[in-house]
């Protein structure tokens, strides 16, 4: 009975296996899962980004991932003169905005803010919300 042949075949990826059968070589590859490489989406304003709002108006957006999952979303209002509000600290809603002026529902892949100021926005000068959202692989919403 002559010996089996010996054949060296270099596996890539790593995680692939080689079982001898003895008469046989049998190549199994595992799969490996696919990186996390989507940003979180920061949309859906109401009302559009750009309008005249009321100071009694609230803002809604959403917060998605195709995950669904966050390591932690942070909202902060700034404002024309400088002046940066935490409005969710990720955990809560905070100050001004705190104690159900605001809501955060679930939504499909994330969230929905519904943001509303304790006696209002002050008028004649621009709110910014600056939405910071990380999802369970690192990536941070653009």
Request: aromatic residues 8%; negative net charge.
């Amino acid at each position: 009975m002559a010996d089996t042949p010996q054949v060296e075949v270099p596996i890539d990826p790593p995680s692939a296996q080689l079982i001898d059968t003895h008469d046989q070589v049998q190549v199994v590859i595992l799969a490996l899962p696919t990186p996390d490489i989507i940003k979180p989406i920061v949309g859906n304003f109401l009302p559009a980004l750009g309008s005249n709002i009321p100071s009694t108006q609230p803002i809604s957006f959403t917060v998605t991932d195709d995950s669904g999952a966050f390591v932690r979303i942070i909202v902060h209002a700034r404002f024309a003169d400088g002046l940066e509000e935490v409005v969710h600290n990720g955990d809560s809603f905070r100050g001004l905005y705190g104690g159900g002026a605001s809501s955060r529902i679930l939504a499909a892949g994330g969230f929905g803010y519904t943001v509303f100021r304790t006696g209002g926005w002050p008028q004649g000068a621009p709110v910014a919300l600056n939405v910071f959202a990380i999802d369970a692989a690192g990536n941070e919403a653009a």
